[in-house]
Every structure is written in C-alpha cells, then in structure tokens.
C-alpha cells in the first residue's frame, strides 16, 4: 500500500469524511478559544468543565435524549456555577472546584455503573469516538463552533484585555466578571461540541494544548490563534487516521498529536530562556509561589 | 427480623466476606494517607498537580499489565516521570504553571488510552483503573498499600516540623537554610504515593477528590494542623467505610459514592461550618 492509498482509502467511507469534517470544525473553535483559556491561566477550570458535564451525557445516553441539548445545559449550569465557586468561596478556590468537579462525575459514574456492562459506555463518554460522529452531532458541533467563533470576533477587545490585565480592565470600566462568564460560557460550549468526537475527560487537551504551543511560536493573540487552530484541526485528522488504521480511541490519538506538536514547538521556538535564568528568577521568589 | 437482628444483617454480615474485610482494611489506610497528605495538598496549592499525579497512574498501569511487572512499582516510576516532566516544563518561557501540568498530565493520560488499543488490554482492567476497583483488593495489594500508606506516615511524621514550615512560611523556611526544593520533591513524592493508593479505590479520575476533599473540609472547621489531620483522616477514613457498606446493599460503583460522600460533606460544611457561608451572612 502506497502513502497515497493510507491516506485517500478512508475518504471513501461517510463516516471517516464526517470525522475530518468535525475535527476540523472543532479545531478551528478550539484552537481559537484555547488561546484566551492560556492566556487567563484557565486550564484547570476547562478540565473541570470536562468532568462536570458527564452526568448530562450519562442521563442523555440513558434516556436517549439529545446529547448537545442535555450536555450543554450541565456545562453552562456548572461554568457558572464554578465562576460563582471562584469569586464567592475564595477561602477554598482549586480545592472547591477539584471538588465539585469529582462530585458532578461521581454522579455521572454512580447513574452509569448501576446499569449492565457500562464499560463500553464509559469509555465512549470519556475517551471519544470520532468514528461514531452521526450528522446531528456534526451540525450541532457546527452551530456551536460557529457561534463560539462569532462571540469571540465580536468581543475581541475587550476579552483580550481581561485575559491579558484583569485589573487594568476593570480599572476602566469594562464589566470583567461579565466577560468571565461569557469566557467560561464559551469554554462550556467547546468542550460540548467536542464530547462526541474527543471524550469528556480529553476534549480539554484540544483547547490547551495547541495554544501552548501557538504561544512558543507567535507573538500576537490573532497570530497565536491561527497556529492553534491549525495546530489544533492538524491533530485532529492525525487522530481519525489514526482511529482508522490502527483501531486507537480516537481522543487518544488526537490529544497525542497535539502534545507531540507541542513538543516541536518547545523544541523549535525561538524565544527559549535557559533554565539557569528561570532558577535564579524562583530562587528569588515569585509571588504566585508562595502559599496563602 | 428485631432491629438488633437488622443492625447486624446490614454491619456484620458483610464482613464474612474477604473482600469486604480487605476492602474496608483499604479505605481505612487511604484515609490515613489521605488526612497526613491533603493538609499540605490544600495549603501549597498542589491540588492541580495532585490531579496530574494520580492521571499519570493511568499510562503506567497499562504499561505494568502489558510487560508483567509490578503495579505499584510502574504507578510510582510514572509519578516521579510526571513530576520531571512537570518541573523540566515549568523552566521554560512562555509555557504557563497552570498549562505545564496541564499539557503533561493529558497527554500522560491520551497516552494510556492509545496503549489500550495497541496493546489489547482487557477492558475490565482499564474501568478498574478509570473509576478504581477497591473489592477487588487482593492481600498483596493491601500490603502494598499498607507499605506506602506506613512510608508516608513515616516520613511526615519524622519531617513534621519543616514540612509545615515550608507550607505556612516559604521565605523563613528559606531563610533558616532549610532545603525548600527538596522538601518540595519530597511532598510530591508523598502526593504521589498517596494517589497510587487513591487510584486503587476510587479510581485516575476521582483522586484527586479523595486528596483534597476530606482536607479542604477539615480545614473548615479547625485550624491547627494536627487536628485538621486528625480530622480529615476520619471524614476520609469515615466515607470509605459508609461507602462500602451502601456499596454492599446498593449495586453501584464503591468509588462515586465514597466521592459522592466527601462532596456532601465538603459542601455541608461550607454552608453549615463555624465560617460557612450561612453563617457569615446571618452575622454579616
């Protein structure tokens, strides 16, 4: 078999076209978005959003309801139930959320494993199956992808400055915790989008791990965002060949590509400090490193 | 049936059996762990790498089982890969604290699942892994356990005082010359330790709930630290062995509802505590 043929023979199957067309879809979102969860040091809240929408999914498995509508509905509730967590409940912050996150799924877990041999499902809801992308999922994918896109062209400015200085940006007037909610929204909105194609607990990587990289090698935000998204729908179709040829959670593949681009861009970028700088910097204390 | 009757169909009955014997020996040991480790957890922000550790568990179980080696041994070898890669990454420019752990521990993860598939891993291991399998805990794995749990009480007992110092006044601990880096390492080793034990019960993905959660709410209601160890160890220890018990009469994975457990009281006690917020508004 040629390199042509590994790469032309599975275009002729609806289902492999479908799951290129999704990742490309999610990796421009993603990849985009990804850049501003970066920048706001968010990576934690995405990841938490991941877990906390698993009830939804395992109630719209179980009942057979929409998955984007069910889904959508527990991530938005728990985004802004966690940006509610961060701003009142300051005494507990990564702790609270660690917290409730590990409930939400817990929830999710204890609804599943009463039914029998949940494994399969499990795995589905966590790790992804492009190869199960049916055409609502891609059009319910699409409406989001371009919804969160539209969001972010519209509220550029002002969701740049809070990412880059919340307190400049609320210094003159902007509505920061609004916007938060927006940004947590959107997260919310990507990381649905993602659920049937990357899983639960990996569709985060799609949003952190292609704009770390972006920002070794771009200096500004528009720039960063068009290398994470392409970084971003690159990884994505690593992953559905993947998920083909050689029959690997697709989410899996996906998130390793990505992480192995991550590892060029660190390798390759051009504005690397040595370690020894870095050291003496901590050694002198950096306030983020001392404990409250 | 008399309640007395009752009372011991639903506590003495399940302990003929040996896997609830060792099932309860083993949450008892995690919750120690857990009370002695998650103080420090909580107070020097580790949650999020905590959360990194007990993931990275995941990769090196599929590795253990594909080659036969020990299991333990495997989970702590990826613990101390973890921690290398985490720190190697936090060196470098432009790449965030927060997306270091981040980047590692989802791709540590994404590396287990695509293991599964190459090397055909029975799935019943890997939901064993994911959501922790604390009946099937056989007698070596409970020396294992013990060993780690006995190891980690050991040290932060011989190491108490410049422990706490570290976590409660980083610029002294430095100033008084002691070796802050190492003791870092050496309570990220504790972490990962525990969380090898954590995985076992509840799971990769709810670990970190079990090294946070009984700490964060002890820390609600006390404030010295060897009360807060004292009690994070009994809410933690506590839910293991109520979990088990509503495990043994209501089919449900044991690990969501230990976990489930520690959110209610987690939440109740935000609410309810001496500074809940219930109790800040009525006063406020």
């Known amino acids: 078999m040629t390199a042509a043929d590994l790469l032309l023979a599975p275009l002729?199957?609806?289902?492999?076209?479908?799951?290129?067309?999704?990742?490309?879809?999610?990796?421009?979102?993603?990849?985009?978005?990804?850049?501003?969860?970066?920048?706001?040091?968010?990576?934690?809240?995405?990841?938490?959003?991941?877990?906390?929408?698993?009830?939804?999914?395992?109630?719209?498995?179980?009942?057979?309801?929409?998955?984007?509508?069910?889904g959508g509905a527990t991530a938005l509730l728990s985004a802004w139930g966690m940006a509610f967590l961060v701003r009142r409940l300051r005494l507990a912050g990564d702790p609270a959320i660690a917290i409730v996150f590990s409930g939400a799924f817990a929830l999710g877990l204890a609804m599943i494993s009463g039914?029998?041999?949940?494994?399969?499902?499990?795995?589905?809801?966590?790790?992804?199956?492009?190869?199960?992308?049916?055409?609502?999922?891609?059009?319910?994918?699409?409406?989001?992808?371009?919804?969160?896109l539209l969001a972010l062209a519209a509220l550029y400015r002002p969701i740049v400055f809070v990412c880059f200085d919340p307190v400049g940006a609320r210094a003159v007037g902007l509505p920061v915790d609004v916007l938060d909610l927006v940004l947590y929204g959107l997260i919310a909105l990507a990381v649905?989008?993602?659920?049937?194609?990357?899983?639960?607990?990996?569709?985060?990587?799609?949003?952190?791990?292609?704009?770390?990289?972006?920002?070794?090698?771009?200096?500004?935000?528009?720039?960063?965002?068009?290398?994470?998204?392409?970084?971003?729908?690159l990884a994505g179709w690593v992953g559905v060949y993947a998920s083909y040829d050689l029959n690997v959670a697709s989410g899996g593949a996906i998130v390793l590509a990505a992480v192995a681009f991550f590892g060029v861009a660190l390798a390759a970028s051009p504005r690397r400090r040595s370690l020894a700088r870095r050291a003496a910097l901590a050694a002198a204390g950096r306030p983020s490193e001392s404990p409250a | 049936?008399?309640?007395?009757?009752?009372?011991?169909?639903?506590?003495?009955?399940?302990?003929?059996?040996?896997?609830?014997?060792?099932?309860?020996?083993?949450?008892?040991?995690?919750?120690?762990?857990?009370?002695?480790?998650?103080?420090?957890?909580?107070?020097?922000?580790?949650?999020?790498?905590?959360h990194a550790l007990s993931h990275t568990v995941f990769p090196a179980l599929v590795v253990a089982t594909a080659l036969r080696v020990d299991l333990t041994l495997a989970a702590l070898v990826g613990t101390a890969a973890t921690i290398g890669l985490v720190l190697a990454l936090r060196a470098q420019r432009d790449v965030g604290d927060d997306s270091a752990v981040g980047i590692v521990f989802i791709g540590l993860l994404a590396l287990g699942v695509v293991l599964i598939g190459l090397l055909r891993?029975?799935?019943?291991?890997?939901?064993?892994?994911?959501?922790?399998?604390?009946?099937?805990?056989?007698?070596?794995?409970?020396?294992?356990?013990?060993?780690?749990?006995?190891?980690?009480?050991?040290?932060?007992?011989?190491?108490?005082?410049?422990?706490?110092?570290?976590?409660?006044?980083?610029?002294s601990a430095r100033a008084i010359g002691l070796p802050v880096f190492a003791l870092d390492l050496l309570l990220l080793g504790l972490v990962a330790?525990?969380?090898?034990?954590?995985?076992?019960?509840?799971?990769?993905?709810?670990?970190?709930?079990?090294?946070?959660?009984?700490?964060?709410?002890?820390?609600?209601?006390v404030r010295r630290v060897p009360s807060a160890m004292a009690l994070a160890t009994a809410i933690a220890a506590g839910a293991g062995v109520l979990g088990l018990y509503l495990t043994y009469h209501v089919p449900i994975a044991p690990g969501s509802v230990l976990v489930l457990l520690l959110t209610v009281?987690?939440?109740?006690?935000?609410?309810?505590?001496?500074?809940g917020i219930l109790r800040r508004r009525r006063a406020g």
């Open chain 1, 12 to 70: 002729q199957f609806d289902l492999t076209r479908r799951a290129l067309i999704e990742l490309t879809v999610l990796g421009v979102a993603c990849g985009a978005l990804g850049v501003l969860v970066v920048l706001r040091g968010l990576s934690f809240i995405g990841d938490a959003l991941g877990h906390c929408v698993v009830p939804g999914v395992v109630a719209a498995h179980l009942l057979g309801a929409p998955l984007a509508l069910w």
């Open chain 1, 115 to 148: 039914t029998r041999s949940y494994y399969g499902d499990l795995a589905e809801i966590l790790f992804g199956n492009v190869l199960a992308v049916d055409v609502r999922d891609l059009t319910s994918s699409t409406l989001i992808a371009a919804f969160v």
């Open chain 1, 192 to 233: 649905v989008a993602g659920l049937t194609a990357v899983g639960a607990l990996l569709v985060t990587a799609l949003l952190i791990v292609p704009a770390a990289a972006a920002r070794l090698l771009a200096r500004t935000v528009v720039g960063q965002m068009v290398v994470s998204s392409a970084l971003a729908l």
């Open chain 2, 265 to 275: 009281a987690f939440v109740a006690s935000a609410l309810l505590g001496p500074r």
């Open chain 2, 193 to 221: 330790a525990t969380a090898t034990v954590g995985v076992r019960v509840v799971g990769v993905v709810l670990t970190v709930a079990v090294l946070v959660a009984p700490a964060a709410t002890a820390l609600l209601w």
């Open chain 2, 1 to 50: 049936m008399t309640p007395v009757e009752a009372l011991r169909a639903a506590l003495v009955d399940p302990l003929a059996y040996a896997f609830m014997r060792n099932g309860l020996l083993e949450v008892v040991l995690l919750g120690v762990a857990c009370g002695l480790v998650g103080v420090f957890v909580v107070h020097q922000r580790l949650t999020f790498f905590g």
């Open chain 2, 121 to 171: 891993i029975r799935s019943q291991l890997v939901a064993d892994v994911l959501v922790g399998d604390v009946l099937g805990v056989s007698a070596a794995d409970l020396t294992a356990s013990a060993g780690l749990v006995v190891l980690v009480g050991s040290l932060v007992l011989a190491l108490y005082r410049p422990l706490v110092l570290v976590a409660f006044d980083r610029g």
